[in-house]
């Protein structure tokens, strides 16, 4: 397949100098337009409760959410994703691989800026959260599988893209290629795609360094699928004072709230 090959040679990710990376993630100002666009729409859907709890009620429905967590839980959880699990975690990898996190997360940015701001994915739109998981070699995709759940037909779109990037026919292909380090990562979620679809019960795939370190291991457990964050979300304050008091006081990750 001509889209092997190319994904099989050296990454433009680690081959390219910077400005040109930053051409590739930006590209063209179609495109850029079309971001901006999409970048308004997920900050308005923040104050678009309805739509969430919609969402919500489709994944308890499907048995990956016992307790629908509030707005309030919600919020302190995903704050202490990300600075728990989800920063430290890509920060080791980056510097495992000496990529520049700050850079790394500007190429995101200008990629998709919508997909930065909303670290559970309940206020993203269904193609945000599929180029979200094709930009980023991901920690363990099967919380952004489920996620895609929430949406008809989310699974069997995210293959269809994926298959798309390998193929080059893709619209965002140059700017996820100026984005991603491992040139086989593409095959490899397309595989587990598949597999996953067949088998729910798949075993992860995890990021070489979230498998091979104990601690980030045990925080994937937590934070790696919608049940698990879920149950530890709604584990959280349910008031404004109790959420204060729980990011400000709570420095390190509460194991007795783990799932």
Excluded: C
């Excluded at 090959?5 to 993630?25: D, G, I, N, Q």
């Excluded at 945000?128 to 980023?136: C, D, F, N, S």
């Amino acid at each position: 397949m001509e889209g092997s090959a190319v994904e099989r040679r050296e990454p433009e990710r680690l081959k390219e100098v910077p400005w040109v990376l930053v051409k590739h993630a930006m590209g063209s100002p179609k495109a850029l337009r079309e971001k901006a666009k999409k970048f308004l729409i997920a900050l308005w859907l923040y104050g678009r409760t309805e739509r969430i709890d919609e969402r919500l009620r489709r994944l308890q429905r499907l048995g990956y959410i016992d307790e629908v967590p509030t707005r309030m839980q919600r919020i302190v959880g995903a704050i202490d994703m990300m600075r728990f699990f989800i920063v430290p975690a890509a920060s080791d990898y980056y510097r495992q691989k000496g990529i520049n996190f700050r850079f790394h997360t500007l190429l995101r940015f200008l990629d998709d800026p919508a997909s930065i701001i909303d670290p559970t994915g309940f206020n993203s739109s269904r193609d945000a959260i599929i180029g979200h998981v094709m930009q980023v070699v991901h920690a363990n995709p099967i919380y952004d599988f489920q996620l895609l759940e929430s949406f008809e037909g989310g699974l069997e779109e995210m293959e269809a893209q994926v298959q798309q990037v390998l193929d080059g026919t893709h619209p965002r292909t140059a700017s996820i290629r100026a984005i991603v380090e491992d040139p086989d990562y593409h095959h490899r979620l397309l595989q587990h795609i598949q597999e996953y679809r067949a088998n729910r019960n798949v075993e992860p795939l995890l990021r070489e360094n979230v498998a091979s370190d104990r601690a980030l291991y045990e925080l994937q457990r937590t934070f790696g699928t919608v049940p698990s964050a879920m149950r530890y979300f709604a584990r959280m304050p349910d008031s404004l004072g109790g959420g204060l008091r729980h990011l400000l006081t709570v420095r390190q990750f509460p194991r007795r709230l783990a799932a």
